[in-house]
């Protein structure tokens, strides 16, 4: 049974640009949520996906978007990209379903400049 | 005010000392999660409980529905406990998290 991973590790970018981030989920689990957790703060919920589909948003604007695969894996999208964007984003597989435990990722650290 | 908030945000203590950290919701939750948030980023689920306690190692979690209200306590504490302790409550779709809780405990 593999962990959640997340790539890429680190990542610098600059102010306008665009990220995809990537996660890889929990074998068996078919949900895949995202979070941004800001210097300091606790983790905020961006979007979940199930079966391919979002199902469920947080506050955050259309220029975050997603994609979840057959395989479960996820990738998170940011177009045009602003300095408050600058976090680590955290992704968490689970099973649909079940209130079961989350599995977090170890996460990706995404610096704007 | 957040929806779940953590006391105290910041707790020093020295090796052995007994730790709690409390938690307070407001919102309607199926389970309250234990997390533990190293440096490195990584997060890692200590207890996910809907009722009464639970307890791994030197770990204890406890939580009261009617209050809602959730704590978690380390007996014999260490140096290598120290991080940052979430809480989290489970909704139907996502997790809304505290804002931590920074322990550290010196030796």
């Known amino acids: 049974e593999t962990g959640v991973t997340q790539s890429p590790t680190h990542l610098i970018k600059t102010r306008g640009q665009q990220v995809t981030l990537r996660c890889s989920s929990q074998?068996?689990?078919?949900?895949v949520s995202w979070y941004q957790q800001a210097l300091g703060q606790g983790p905020q919920f961006i979007f979940q996906?199930?079966?391919?589909?979002?199902?469920g948003r947080g506050n955050f604007p259309p220029r975050f978007s997603g994609l979840q695969f057959p395989n479960y894996s996820s990738e998170l999208n940011v177009n045009a990209l602003e300095l408050d964007d600058s976090a680590l984003y955290l992704c968490a597989s689970s099973f649909k379903g079940q209130v079961g435990e989350q599995y977090f990722g170890p996460g990706t650290r995404l610096t704007v400049t | 005010k957040n929806e779940v908030e953590q006391s105290p945000q910041n707790l020093t203590a020295q090796e052995g000392e007994f730790i709690t950290i409390n938690c307070s919701y407001s919102?309607?939750?199926?389970?309250l999660h234990w997390l533990q948030q190293h440096p490195g980023g990584g997060i890692v689920s200590l207890f996910m409980?809907?009722?009464g306690k639970k307890k791994h190692g030197r770990l204890i979690a406890t939580i009261n529905i009617q209050e809602k209200h959730s704590s978690l306590h380390i007996t014999a504490s260490h140096p290598r406990d120290s991080a940052v302790y979430i809480c989290a409550a489970q909704g139907a779709q996502k997790l809304v998290f505290g804002q931590g809780t920074r322990l550290t405990i010196n030796p």
């Open positions: 996906y199930y079966r391919e589909e979002e199902n």
């Open positions: 074998s068996g689990h078919n949900t």
């Open positions: 409980l809907s009722s």
């Open positions: 919102v309607g939750i199926s389970a």
